[in-house]
């Protein structure tokens, strides 16, 4: 929010329409984040995923501002629909998202954790239970009811939406910059973060991914 009151006098035009842009993905980050806190997980991914778009969009028209027309242009008939589908939604990785590697990556998850319909979206919500011979399977409407996958999950919407900041701030770094205040309330927040990161390590015993840490047994051995 400091940041948007900083850019409220800007003095760009083609500066406003995706400064809009952003201001949605926050408004949507706000309310992932509330479902995220009562536990609707896919439901806050589904949302947090169309704010990392609303923000590769904003990006995209800030590099090049005359894809704003191609984005308003979008409902004026299939020529610029062909337009708007080509820059915006067709080979997200190589055009949308060409330069937010990290986003796209999320992206690609997100979608896949929730807002389509397979049973990894509906994995948090989903639980089996054995008595008597006999399997239960049973659908927790709040979903997460693990306390590690809960925090975990939160944690990595928190990345998430510190990556997308870190987009924002690098478009309009020319203004925010000159903030001497917002400098330090962004070192205190990147700070806090990995103090977090270290905490959740210790306290779920989070290892490496195997494989690679630690290094693979060799498979050649000599007496």
């Not at 409220?8 to 706000?30: C, D, F, Q, V, W």
């Amino acid at each position: 929010m400091r940041e948007f009151e900083d850019l409220g006098a800007t003095a760009e035009p083609s500066a406003l329409l995706p400064m809009l842009l952003y201001g949605n993905a926050n408004a949507k980050i706000r309310i992932a984040i509330e479902l995220a806190f009562s536990q609707c997980m896919a439901e806050a991914r589904a949302i947090l995923r169309d704010a990392v778009e609303f923000v590769a969009h904003a990006h995209a028209m800030l590099r090049d501002p005359g894809l704003q027309l191609t984005w308003l242009g979008k409902h004026d008939g299939k020529p610029q629909s062909e337009a708007f589908k080509d820059v915006f939604e067709r080979n997200k990785a190589k055009g949308l998202f060409k330069d937010l590697g990290e986003l796209h990556r999320t992206w690609a998850a997100l979608s896949e954790t929730g807002p389509h319909a397979n049973m990894t979206a509906m994995g948090d919500r989903v639980v089996q239970e054995s008595s008597g011979g006999h399997i239960e399977f049973r659908l927790n409407f709040t979903g997460v009811t693990d306390p590690k996958l809960a925090v975990l999950g939160l944690f990595s919407m928190l990345l998430t939406c510190s990556t997308m900041e870190q987009t924002f701030f690098g478009d309009y770094r020319a203004r925010l910059a000159l903030d001497a205040g917002l400098v330090r309330m962004r070192a205190d927040f990147d700070r806090f973060k990995e103090k977090l990161r270290e905490s959740l390590v210790s306290r779920f015993d989070i290892r490496p991914p195997g494989g690679v840490f630690p290094p693979p047994k060799p498979s050649i051995f000599t007496p």
